[in-house]
């Protein structure tokens, strides 16, 4: 019976291509507003992209990793006194303006940490890359809007001069271009009270969640000035923050549900044009004994074989549009649980476009079709 849909679906390519059309361009920018928002969280992680390995001991009033508040430099001696804990390190973070060859300004975000380690900085870079005392990273993704430097070159952060000794992948901010230097450097840029930090990251003994979980209590209940999260624990925390503090998910939210709505529209149409078309063949399937059951069941084949195909051609174009922006150093982000969203989205789309045609059919009676 799926071949005899199938072949329904090809009789009339006209419909059958209005359909897909409606399916492929709903879910066209279902995915794209997802994988562009997606993205732009991923950008918001700050020192906790890529280095969720380790324990984030922030101050109280912290409520993000974009928005840490300083604490005093000496709680990194206590946070040696934990059982388990194998290194602290420190990380700074704070802003800046970055001068270009034009005369040009733009926000930075500098984040000091310290070498060979690198604990809360990028885990890719370019080849030759290397931070050395007074040098800086930046990130390939910011070369354009830094006016094209290159390694070697120097900017000027805060009117004092820095050398670019590498470049980062995959880092870009979000508004602002972010820098990797040494602790003291960025103390030096910033004018960074010498007392203080943004954030302890801190290393176990052996990589357990289990022992982690023990690490993070221990600090929560001995130090009460700051408080401890696992990596994931803070990565979360902060994108949660974040979508509750921006408003930017809900932005998103409606342009998804805008194209839901839409997709659902022309599909319904469409498809109950085509059943329309067809009404005859449908009376006459009814008339030699068809039930209600089998006419509903066929259509619904119908709906299920129009989304496999329309999903196929979706995901052929979202995933061309992430090749095209990964060319312009624009990564797309489709998470697994993106995909199956959008696989769930087009088979509502094929099934609830579905239930018009389906309705006038079940309502047909057989004599109906000797008066067409």
Known sequence: MWNTAFRFLV????????????????????????????SILDQCLGITKDNEEYIYVVDQKTTSSGSLVNIDKRVGYELQSIPGVAHVYP?????????????????VSVVGVQSPEMAGAPKHYNPGSALH??????DADD???????????????????VKISGISLNNAGLGVM???????????????????????LIKSNTPDTILQRRIVNAINRTIPAVKAYTGKDFAFTSIEYIKKASGIVANFMLMVGFSLVTGLIIVGLTMFAAINDRIRDYGTI??????????????????????????????????????????????IVYSS???????????????????????KIIRLEPV???RM
């Open 368 to 370: 109906q079709i000797f």
């Open 337 to 359: 649980g993106t995909i199956l969203f959008l696989f769930i989205s087009t088979l509502v789309i094929s099934l609830v476009g579905s239930l018009f045609s389906m309705r």
């Open 11 to 38: 009789y009339d390519k006209t419909k059958l291509i209005g359909i897909l059309c409606g399916i492929v361009i709903s879910i066209f920018l279902i995915g794209a507003q997802l994988g562009f928002l997606d």
């Open 286 to 331: 009814k008339a030699i004994g068809g039930g209600n059951r089998l006419i509903a069941w066929f259509i619904f084949q119908q709906a299920v074989l129009y989304a496999v195909i329309g999903f196929v051609i979706s995901m052929a174009t979202l995933y061309g549009l992430q090749a095209l922006m990964a060319m312009a150093n624009k990564p």
């Open 178 to 200: 972010n820098i990797i230097t040494t602790i003291d450097c960025a103390r030096h840029l910033a004018k960074f009270s010498p007392n203080h930090v943004s954030a302890y």
């Open 143 to 161: 070369l354009e809007n830094m006016e094209n430097v290159q390694m070697n070159d120097q900017l000027m952060i805060n009117d004092l001069k």
């Open 133 to 138: 005392e007074g040098e800086i990273i930046v």
């Open 91 to 107: 990380v700074i973070v704070t802003g800046g303006t970055c001068k270009f060859k034009s005369g040009a300004t733009g926000a």
